[in-house]
């Protein structure tokens, strides 16, 4: 019996987007080409574009000539079965409707041309609509990945139960400062500083020994309605812990109505010693609203959601064959969904943080732009723990080794195929480096490896410039994981967790304040508009309360059986430290941003 006479079907994926007036090719990426009969469709063939975006499928002539042909394009989706083998799916790609052929004529050379395919595959904002690296949302598609069914599902009933609350229906559930009978002692402070939603950065000045965290305004532009001076505190070593010793509070001159470039004044100094207790108590209260909208805009949004953001872009557009993808991808899932959210909830013009803060949204671009000049994977390692009773760096510490651990056995494991496709790191490498924003060297805390690209020196330092697998990009390769895999699981699942502990409570903080209340004929419980304490309470409950997406849940099964072993070892390890006054509790370690 003779051979059927193939037709060749050929064609080239490319991204939709332009990077520097270049295209981009989609690489190494599964397309499938389908006849589309009227009643049944058959696969003519599957294959993996090459280097160039090109793939080409040899079919039976009369599967082809005269038929309706349909171009698919799937991605990599990690999966492992009941056993803890590795399972990987192909998913079609959301934001591509599959492109059609009809009446397919071959030419003399017995080949079809399917042409350019330009497909929105992680694509990117532009530069001038984007204050930092985001993905685009597409006119037609939206985002390129939604969120899992069964997080929806959670979302809406918690919808449901917040219109309930507003309603007087179902009572707001209580917060821990609601419960405490000390919520606005010296000592809870300091907790809250060391432990709370968002861990201090402290800096030790050199003259005095003292530990201190300064939230500055200078040169933000501000709404003019709401009382933002910078503030300051000083804090000792005391035994086990540390102990507040006094706050400093710079206003604007003019008052806070003034205008935007107004200089501050002189700073004034209180300590618990000789300040009046009442007076005392309100000026914690003001260095609190600094340390809620400073931990929100930066320490939250920007450090955890919008960082794993710019990387896992050039992740998801370069990797394909190498395992690194494996290893990262299932904590990146939701992300962009979320943060396309907080886009309105929080950040948009009617969202919680120009409503509720000084911050306009702006100003609130301008803020987290200039933090990210600073934010960079390279060195970076958890702080040590000030003392004993530091858990929060405690925990980060003993976290980072497990995380170590983890990604120096995957690669181990994986070393073989991870240098195999080194160039698809090394494509990775330069996309991530290119997209990262100019360096600002007034924001520097490492300063080392970065490089000048279109013009810039880039704030993201390259992993590697070697087209092999060479020792330094290797080591490279393996911090960034780590960076990724502690941002994305830890680092995010503390200061999400923790913020109906302060949000659920406006008594306690709000992010902004109505008017300057260390005037003592001024209200303290209405320093925050009614509205605005309602929409504290009910956006930092909805943030806290999709619970879905654990390492240890594995809801998808997706998660790497060796990391749930090594935690489900360290479980009893962790549960020495405290977390919102409980032992910590390893299962409640997120697996992804996906809130």
């Known amino acids: 019996m003779s051979k059927p006479k193939m037709i060749t079907i050929t064609g080239q994926l490319l991204h939709e987007g332009q990077i520097d007036g270049e295209d981009k090719p989609i690489r190494n990426t599964t397309v ?7 009643f049944f469709s058959s696969v003519l063939g599957q294959v993996e574009t090459d280097v160039d975006g090109f793939f080409s499928i040899a079919a039976p002539e009369k599967s082809v000539k005269g038929c309706d042909l349909k171009v698919f394009i799937y991605l990599p989706e990690v999966r492992y079965d009941k056993k803890g083998c590795n ?5 079609p790609l959301r934001s591509y409707v599959p492109r059609r052929y009809s009446n397919i004529t071959p030419t003399e050379k017995d080949e079809f041309n399917c042409g350019v395919i330009r ?67 010296d000592e809870y402070f300091v907790e809250m500083a060391l432990n709370g939603f968002n861990p201090c950065d402290f800096v030790k000045e050199p003259k005095t020994g003292l530990y201190t965290v300064d939230y500055k305004w200078n040169g933000v532009r501000q709404d003019g309605a709401h009382y933002s001076p910078n503030t300051k505190a000083f804090f000792k070593k005391d035994g086990q812990t540390l102990k507040i010793v006094g706050i400093e509070i710079t206003a604007r001159r003019g008052g806070f109505t003034a205008a935007a470039d107004a200089e501050y004044g002189e700073p004034v100094y209180y300590t618990p010693e000789d300040t009046d207790p009442e007076l005392w108590m309100r000026v914690k209260r003001v260095w609190r609203t600094n340390y809620f ?29 190498n395992p690194v993808l494996r290893l990262l991808s299932p904590h990146f899932y939701g992300t962009v969904a979320i943060n396309f959210g907080a ?23 301008e803020v987290i732009r200039g933090y990210f000049k600073g934010l ?18 405690h925990l980060s510490k003993r976290y980072w080794k497990l995380v170590s651990r983890y990604v120096d056995d995957f690669f181990s494991q994986n070393d073989a195929a991870i240098r195999g496709n080194w160039c698809e790191i090394k494509n990775m490498s330069d996309e991530l480096v290119r997209m990262s924003l100019p360096f600002d060297p007034a924001s520097d805390t490492e300063g080392s ?32 994981c780590r960076y990724l895999l502690f941002i994305a699981t830890f680092k995010h699942s503390w200061v999400n967790d923790m913020q109906y502990v302060i949000g659920g409570n406006p008594e306690y903080a709000t992010l902004g304040l109505d008017y300057d209340i260390t005037k003592l004929d001024s209200s303290y419980e209405n320093c925050t508009a009614p509205l605005i304490k309602d929409l504290h309470v ?38 020495k430290y405290k977390f919102a006054g409980r032992p910590y509790d390893v299962s409640n370690i997120r697996s992804c941003i996906n809130v």
């Not at 490896?449 to 990009?473: C, F, H, M, W």
């Not at 879905?548 to 072993?565: C, F, M, T, V």
């Open 343 to 365: 886009d309105n909830l929080l950040t948009g013009g009617t969202g919680l943080v120009p409503l509720g803060s000084a911050l306009t949204r702006d100003s609130i671009c």
């Open 119 to 185: 497909a929105a595959c992680w694509e990117y904002r532009s530069e001038a609509s984007s204050y930092t690296p985001r993905h685009m949302v597409h006119e037609y598609f939206g985002i390129c990945q939604e969120q899992r069914t069964p997080r929806l599902l959670m979302k809406r009933a918690i919808q449901l139960n917040m219109i309930l609350m507003k309603a007087g229906i179902v009572e707001r559930p209580l917060s821990l400062t609601h419960k405490m009978t000390d919520m606005h002692s």
């Open 32 to 38: 499938k080409v389908m006849n589309e009969g009227f």
């Open 87 to 91: 399972k990987d799916e192909l998913v």
């Open 538 to 575: 009910l956006n930092t409950y909805a943030l806290t309360q999709v619970k879905y997406g654990y390492l240890l849940a594995d809801e998808e099964h997706d998660i790497n059986p060796a990391l749930k072993k090594l935690l489900f070892e360290q479980k009893d390890a962790f549960s």
């Open 376 to 393: 960079t994977w390279k060195d970076w390692k958890p702080e040590d723990p000030l003392c004993p009773k530091h858990d929060f760096a």
């Open 293 to 321: 909208i400073f931990g929100e805009g930066l320490t939250h949004l920007a450090a955890t959601h919008l960082n794993v953001e710019q990387y896992l872009l050039p992740i998801h557009r370069n990797l394909r064959k």
């Open 449 to 480: 490896g970065r490089v000048k690209v279109a013009g810039y020196l880039r704030t993201i330092a390259p992993i590697t410039q070697s087209e092999t697998a060479d020792d330094n990009g290797y080591e490279n390769l393996k911090q960034i």
